[in-house]
Nanobody, 123 residues
Framework: QVQLVESGGGLVQAGGSLRLSCAAS????????MGWFRQAPGKEREFVAA????????YYADSVKGRFTISRDNAKNTVGLQMNSLKPEDTAVYYC????????????????WGQGTQVTVSS
């Protein structure tokens, strides 16, 4: 089992920045690929970014490419999501997820999920 706890969400004005963090426990973190997903009210959960177990492969959704940066610290068992130039359409609950080794973009591929953290971007 893997436990994931997100932090760092909040309210920010359009154009601002937030940094989300996800702390993992319960399994060797360095064997896990990590992903960030988000879900806005009335919409399906969508892929945001993912990073492989060794950081060698990183993927972004087109909607966040160039604005968001995913990173991981295997010594601290954490994965971060730096979000810059935020837009109102980035408003959603953001979830951290984990799966073995390879980073994938489909939410169904992930075995473990955090509880989510709310990000609200005002216009």
């Amino acid at each position: 089992q893997v436990q994931l706890v997100e932090s760092g969400g909040g309210l920010v004005q359009a154009g601002g920045s937030l940094r989300l963090s996800c702390a993992a426990s319960g399994r060797t973190f360095s064997n896990l690929a990590m992903g960030w997903f988000r879900q806005a009210p009335g919409k399906e959960r969508e892929f945001v970014a993912a990073i492989s177990w060794d950081g060698g492969s990183i993927y972004y959704a087109d909607s966040v490419k160039g604005r968001f940066t995913i990173s991981r610290d295997n010594a601290k068992n954490t994965v971060g999501l730096q979000m810059n130039s935020l837009k109102p359409e980035d408003t959603a609950v953001y979830y951290c997820a984990a799966r073995p080794l390879a980073a994938l973009i489909g939410p169904a591929s992930y075995d473990y999920w955090g509880q989510g953290t709310q990000v609200t971007v005002s216009s």
